[in-house]
Each structure stands twice: as structure tokens, then as C-alpha cells.
């Protein structure tokens, strides 16, 4: 069934033909319709589901551990400031292997108060332990909410669903809505091996000594190192379902080309336009769009770029004293494999400013000037 | 027959069967693990418990071992009572109707850091039994003062020359005032209240919220064998008497006082209140006087 809906709605969609049985949320812009939508569908019992409406996004995220814990499927949402007031609790859902999922909706950080766009809310969250899915619309976002489900439980790993504030969250599109019955036979219940029962008594994150401590995190990297297998796997069995691949990257026009653009999220999209512009003059441009950035699929940005001439990598965060943190990812991606790339890292769209097709035309100027980057970070639209 | 009587083993007034098992690593006349010794006969093996960072956190035991025959949710500091309420959302969706949840913390993770939580628990009624071990201060990190601890006290950030210069927050009232069907008061001294309580907790539908006087030799510089005597004292003496709030409203005494004694006797049996004068005991009394007046005032205009 096709539906126009918002990217917020997509969410919502998500957890319900996901089947969510807990869910804990608390409002923030521009999250709200989500959790507002969830509500009416807990109410009138389109899903059967309990939703805890807790008084902070620290107990959603405590509730949504406490039940994922007691062996329930669990979703929730936030951005932001919400986000960073889990953060403590982001480490206790991987650390204990709760595979939550959680909607993000990109937002930037106050000081000073934004509503608007860019990454840094869940960039910072980047060694949480969480796997990481950025959307680039809308109808990615549904059958991104069904796949993370299967894949964080097969692993035990908690993952966020990432998508822009109001380019994606309040944007309307077509969606189609999978049939629910052929959704369960995608995703079947979760039943995890060992739970909180007191039919089979265990202490879960009990005091830990140095003698343990280090194998559970060895065995969280070793979980995470499978994923990039498991997302495409899980990826391809979508598609065989439902007509729509999600894999760890979407690469557009790349295989020809000598300048690639490298993106995430809605900027992912406006690049496609970009290039397809471009391309009707002549320029050999593509772009890759980085859709799991944790755990970082090295091997295909590797692949897929090795060909290019040059390599522009779009960032729309920064790690202050560092650069752009797609950027640091793509060069370490081809530290020791391709020294000789030349990668430029640009910064646009910080706090809401528009990214739009003229912008890759001016990031593209740059990359055609210059024989390798000269600076870390070019600033694209900022008034200096 | 009175030879048939005197054959007639002595009847416990508390079950035999014990959850928690030898191996625990609590201190020598801790009141805390007496707490969760009498709570779990009250409650069975029907129980998983939400335990946050405290002294029972490390009491249990370490990794992989628990010296509890029931599951333990070792959870984040601040959110014992909302961990709770997703643990009995998420075993009631997967058919587990039954199971008491509990939220066991101590006075700093209810007081203090955990009060947002158990506010947001207590005002949505949530299907949970919350209790707090009172032991008046941060004690697993080195008695470090905290919300719970009582005015004159001694502890390593309010050092003699500046003891707490402010009164014990009155937790049993901030609960009353969410309305929640039941707060009780229970000190490890009188076990069969406590058990009688909790028992009657577990049966109730809603927030339940009981709060037990824990005493903590290591904390209060007291003898560990003074453990019993002075959480019967602290009863005695009205510093800390056992009521129960039925939602917010209707308030029982369960110990009644013949004769209320003193507070100095109970001061001077711990060294964290050695460096009171005399001035200052007689206020602390007058207080505790003030406070006890106002709570037997409550009690009758609920009969």
C-alpha cells in the first residue's frame, strides 16, 4: 500500500510493522510526530505495544533497556539534546546487548538553540557501540526501522536510524508500506537466548573485573565486525521481498567517474541532482553515498573510490580541532591502500544552512583547481 | 499437655527459605543486606530486581557470581525506578503478568540522583515496588554526604567544623504527594514489620514505594553489633517511625510509642554525631519533637 507520509511517520510505520512491543519516548522537536503517531497506534491498538511516556530521554532509554533486557522488542526516538542526555545510556544498551533501535532525527547542537540539520548530535555518539544507518528519504527510513530490527538482533546490538531534520522528518513522500504478514516472515519475533526471568536467575552488568571486562568488549568488536556482512545479506533478503535493496553504501554514477562526491543523509540525495546536471555538461562525476557509518564499510568506500581522480568528501559536522568527520573515516579507508588519492574534505550545512545542487558546483571548482587539497577543511557558504 | 507445649519447636515468625545466599561481600553488621534478607522471604522467587550503582551493587557479588537466587539488572545510577517500569513493560508484553519488579536503591539514588526517574514512575503509576535501603549517606564511594543524611552528621564532605547544617529530606512525603497506592517505612530492627509490608506491597497494583532504615556501621563510625539496637532506637525515639501511606492520604501508625524516649542515647552510639554539644542534640529533639507531633496530628484526623 502506498502512502504519502512524513519522514517521522515513516519511523512510526517502521516500529509498528516491526512490531514493537515496548516503546519509551520523550518529545523534542523534531521528533515529535513520531512518538505522537506511536501513541495513537499503541491507543487504538494497530500495535500492540505498551508505551511508556517517561519525563526524560535518560529513562526512555533506561526503560527501553529494562524491557529489550526482559527479552521485549523495543523502539524509540530522539535528536539532539535528547540524544546527548542518553549518552550514558547509549553504553549501557550495547554494553549490555540490548539490541534497541532507536529513530534519530539530525539536529544541531545548542549553544545556540537550532531546530535545524546537521550531524554532530549523533557523530558524537560515534564510539557509544551503536551501529548507524543514515537515511536519505523516506521510504529508506521504513525499510531501514525493519532491517535494523533483524540485524541488531541477530548481533545483540543496538541501532540508530538517522535522518535530517525537516529535509527528511517533515518532508512528504510516497512510501510504500509493506504487507505486514510478509513482514513477519522477514523479521520473526524476538526471542533472545538469555533474558531477565526469574525463571532462569542471572545478574546482568554486575561488577566487573579487569580479569572479564576486556574479553566482553573484544566480543562487542567482534559482534560489530560482522555487521557490514550481515547488512548486506540481511540487504539483499529485503530486496528479494520487497523490491528495495539496502545495503552499506548507494553508489551513483560512480563507475566512470573521475570526481566523487562522498555523503550521507539528504545531502546524499541533493548530490544525485547535482550530478546528473553535471553530467549533461560533461563532467565525469558520481557520488557515494555512506548509508552504516558504524561500523564503517572500509571495504566498499575503498573499492568504489580507488578508481577516482579525486575524492570530495562532504561533511555536514566537525570535530572541532580535527575536520570533518566523514572525511577522517574516507582518508584512514585509504591510509596504506591508495596514498596518492587526492581527498578534499569540505564542511557545509552546519545548523540548518541549505545544501543545494549550486553547492557541489562550488565544492567541484575547488576540486578542480587544485592537484591535491592544500587545507584540511574548506569551508563551503560560511561568512568568515 | 504442657509437656506436649514444650516439645513444640519455636515458631519463626519469618519463612525459613532464604534467597539470598552465603558468599555476599556486605560488612560486618550492615543493614542493607538484613533489608533485602527479610524483603525477599517476603517477596519469593517471583522477583527480579533493578539495582543501581550502591552498596548493593557490589554486595551481590561480582561477575560472573550473585549471591541471589533471583535475576539482578545491574542498571545505570539514576534510573533504578524508570529501569524498572521498562523491565515489567517488556515482561508483560513477552506473557509475564506476574513477576514483582523491584527497584532497589540507596538513599543517593532515590534522594538525590535517582528522583527524576522515581518522580516520573510515581506519577504515572507505574506497576513497580521501589525500595530504598536508607543508610543516610554515600556509603560504597566513602560516606560522602548526601540528601538522606540527617542534620549534625559527620561525613567526608561535611567534615566537624562543617557538619550537615540542613535536615534529612523528607522522602516519604514528596512520594505522598504523587498519590501512589502505597509508601511504607520499615527499619531492619523490626523484621517482621518489614516483612508484613513488603508482603503487602507485592499484592498492590501501582508505584509502591517502601523505605527501610539500613544502618551502616562503616558510615556512622557505630559498633556493628549496635546494628539491630539502633534501628530499634531510631523507631523508639521517633527519629524514624514506621507509618504507611495509603495514596498520599490515609496514614497508619504501626508503632505506637508508650513512651518516646530521647534521641542523645541513639546520637552517642555513632560516632558521626560525636561532635554535637549539647545546644545543638537539643535542637536536633526538638525537631525530631516537632516532627513526630506533626505526623501523630496526620495520623488522627485519617482515623
Known amino acids: 500500500m502506498k502512502k504519502v507520509m512524513m519522514g517521522n511517520h515513516a519511523l512510526s510505520f517502521g516500529g509498528m510493522l516491526g512490531r514493537a512491543q515496548v516503546i519509551a519516548a520523550y518529545p523534542i522537536t523534531p521528533q ?8 495513537e497506534m499503541c491507543a487504538d491498538k494497530t500495535l500492540d ?27 524509540t526516538a530522539t535528536s539532539a539534546q535528547g540524544l546527548a542526555l542518553m549518552h550514558e545510556l547509549l553504553h549501557w544498551a550495547s554494553g549490555g546487548r ?11 547542537m545548542a549553544p545556540g538553540w537550532s531546530i535545524w540539520s546537521d550531524q554532530n548530535d549523533s557523530l558524537s555518539q560515534r564510539d557509544t557501540g551503536w551501529i548507524q544507518f543514515y537515511c536519505s528519504n523516506n521510504q529508506e527510513v ?87 556482512a550481515l547488512i548486506e545479506k540481511t540487504g539483499k533478503e529485503y530486496e528479494k521481498m520487497f523490491g528495495r535493496y539496502l545495503g552499506q ?35 565525469k562525476v558520481g557520488n557515494l553515498r555512506i548509508k552504516v557509518f558504524r561500523p564503517f564499510p572500509f571495504e566498499k568506500v575503498r573499492n568504489i ?45 552546519l545548523g540548518g544552512r541549505d545544501v543545494t545542487p549550486s553547492t557541489f558546483r562550488e565544492i567541484l571548482g575547488h576540486v578542480q583547481k587544485k592537484d591535491k587539497s592544500e587545507e584540511e577543511i574548506i569551508w563551503i557558504g560560511v561568512k568568515k | 499437655m504442657s509437656q506436649d507445649k514444650k516439645k513444640k519447636k519455636m515458631r519463626l515468625s519469618l519463612p525459613e527459605e532464604e534467597l539470598m545466599n552465603p558468599g555476599h561481600v556486605g560488612c560486618q ?11 525477599l522471604k517476603a517477596l519469593g522467587q517471583k522477583v527480579v530486581l533493578c539495582i543501581p550503582a550502591c552498596c548493593w551493587s557490589v554486595i551481590d557479588g561480582p561477575f560472573p557470581y550473585s549471591s541471589l537466587d533471583v535475576p539482578i539488572f545491574h542498571c545505570a545510577f539514576e534510573t533504578a525506578a524508570v529501569s524498572a517500569s521498562g523491565v515489567k513493560a517488556g515482561l508483560e508484553m513477552v506473557g509475564d503478568t506476574e513477576t514483582t519488579v523491584v527497584a532497589w536503591a540507596g538513599d543517593g539514588g532515590t534522594f538525590d540522583i535517582g528522583i527524576q526517574a522515581l518522580s516520573g514512575v510515581a506519577e504515572r503509576n507505574d506497576d513497580i515496588l521501589y525500595i530504598c535501603y536508607d543508610n543516610e549517606a554515600y556509603m560504597n564511594t566513602g560516606i560522602q554526604r ?37 509508601i511504607a517505612t520499615a527499619s531492619v530492627g523490626y523484621p517482621e514489620d518489614l516483612f508484613k509490608k513488603a508482603k503487602k506491597a507485592k499484592d498492590i497494583k501501582g508505584t509502591r514505594f517502601l523505605h527501610i532504615y539500613a544502618p551502616c556501621p562503616v558510615g556512622w563510625k557505630s559498633r556493628s553489633e549496635d546494628t539491630i539496637k539502633l534501628s530499634r532506637m531510631v523507631v523508639q525515639n521517633a527519629t524514624f517511625p514506621l507509618y504507611e501511606i495509603e495514596w498520599g492520604e490515609k496514614y497508619t501508625l504501626n508503632i505506637k510509642l508508650k513512651e518516646k524516649k530521647p534521641i542523645e542515647d541513639y546520637l552517642r552510639l555513632q560516632g558521626r554525631f560525636r561532635h554535637l554539644t549539647e545546644k545543638e542534640i537539643a535542637y536536633m529533639q526538638e525537631e525530631v519533637d516537632r516532627k513526630w507531633e506533626r505526623l501523630l496530628a496526620t495520623v488522627e484526623g485519617c482515623q
Open chain 2, 146 to 182: 548526601s540528601s538522606a543524611t540527617p542534620y549534625g552528621a559527620w561525613t567526608t564532605t561535611t567534615p566537624v567544623k562543617h557538619f550537615k547544617n540542613r535536615p534529612k529530606k523528607d522522602i516519604d512525603a514528596i512520594m505522598a504527594a504523587h498519590r501512589i497506592p502505597y
Open chain 1, 32 to 39: 515529535t510526530q513520531v512518538v505522537e503517531l506511536l501513541s
Open chain 1, 305 to 349: 573510490i580507488k578508481k577516482a581522480k579525486k575524492v570530495a568528501v562532504v561533511d555536514r559536522n566537525i570535530s572541532y580541532g580535527h575536520h570533518g568527520i566523514f572525511y577522517q573515516e574516507v582518508k584512514s579507508a585509504m591510509f596504506g591502500h591508495h596514498n596518492s588519492l587526492p581527498i578534499f574534505g569540505f564542511i557545509a550545512g
Open chain 1, 249 to 283: 553504501v548507494e553508489e551513483y554514477r560512480c563507475d566512470d567517474a573521475d570526481f566523487i562526491f562522498i555523503t550521507s543523509g539528504t545531502v546524499g540525495s541533493t548530490a544525485r541532482v547535482a550530478i546528473d546536471e553535471l553530467r549533461e555538461e560533461g563532467v
Open chain 2, 29 to 39: 553488621g550492615c543493614g542493607a543486606t538484613l533489608a533485602m534478607r527479610y524483603t
Open chain 1, 142 to 228: 521504513l525499510d531501514t526501522v525493519i532491517q535494523a530490527f533483524k540485524v541488531s538482533e541477530k548481533l545483540m546490538i543496538p541501532s540508530m536510524v538517522i535522518l535530517d531534520a525537516f529535509t527528511l522528518s517533515h518532508t512528504y513522500e510516497v512510501v510504500d508500506l509493506p504487507d505486514q504478514k510478509k513482514v513477519d516472515e522477514f523479521l520473526p519475533p524476538f526471542r533472545p537466548e538469555i533474558k531477565l526471568t526469574p525463571d532462569d536467575p542471572h545478574a546482568f552488568g554486575g561488577l566487573t573485573s579487569p580479569e572479564h571486562y576486556f574479553e566482553l568488549r573484544y566480543k562487542l568488536q567482534k559482534d560489530m565486525e560482522k555487521a557490514p
Open chain 1, 49 to 75: 505495544a505498551t508505551f511508556i511516556k517517561v519525563e526524560s530521554e535518560h529513562s526512555a532509554m533506561a526503560a527501553s533497556i529494562g524491557a529489550s533486557l526482559a527479552g521485549a522488542r523495543t523502539f
Open chain 1, 98 to 108: 540490548n539490541p534497541v533501535v532507536m529513530g534519530n532525527i539530525n539536529r544541531a
